[in-house]
């Protein structure tokens, strides 16, 4: 360890990469990880059907055992509440790093708190927080995560993009077709 300066960091290329919740986000960051030789495996509500090059992981904490990094991209909701606990971040351990753009109620922010807070996790790049736009004070203090208000989306192109599926998913609607993006 350094004790001057920056810290020394490590590299991605080659690590083992967890995607949580494998849609069109997941699979954007999979395809930007492949960039850097990741070893990419997912999981999800299930297998997705696609020939997907990953592997399917059905247990969460075996997916963060096995994983350097683990991205959560999952959907918020019920079935997602606190999936993000101690036990999962424990599998991840010491050298883990967890990256959450998807929403704050998937992690379980008390106990994420406790294991960067004792070392038992590595980090965390946190871009979405459960009472936003409120941030855990505690979280602060730490060295080893990152912060960013939620503006993952905060490009012109991507706004752009939303406002134009907007108007497909109206026209769509109004013409009695099937919607682009339903939300069932």
Wanted: hydrophobic residues 50%; negative net charge.
């Amino acid at each position: 360890a350094q004790k001057e300066g920056l810290p020394l960091a490590r590299k991605v290329t080659g690590k083992r990469l967890g995607i949580i919740g494998m849609g069109r986000i997941g699979r954007a960051i999979a395809r930007r990880a492949e960039g850097f030789r990741m070893v990419i495996a997912y999981t999800d509500l299930r297998e997705v059907d696609d020939d997907l090059p990953f592997e399917f992981v059905p247990d969460l904490v075996q997916l963060a055992r096995q994983s350097d990094f683990l991205m959560v991209a999952a959907s918020g909701g019920a079935q997602s509440q606190e999936i993000i606990n101690r036990a999962v971040l424990d599998a991840l351990g010491a050298k883990g790093i967890l990256v959450n753009v998807a929403r704050g109620s998937i992690v379980d922010e008390a106990a994420l708190v406790a294991a960067l807070t004792e070392g038992s996790l590595g980090g965390a790049a946190l871009d979405v927080f459960v009472d936003e736009p409120s941030v855990p004070e505690a979280l602060f203090k730490l060295d080893n995560v990152v912060l960013q208000p939620h503006r993952a989306s905060a490009t012109i192109e991507t706004r752009v993009a939303m406002g134009e599926l907007v108007v497909r998913n109206l026209a769509a609607y109004f013409a009695g077709k099937d919607l682009p993006t339903p939300v069932v």
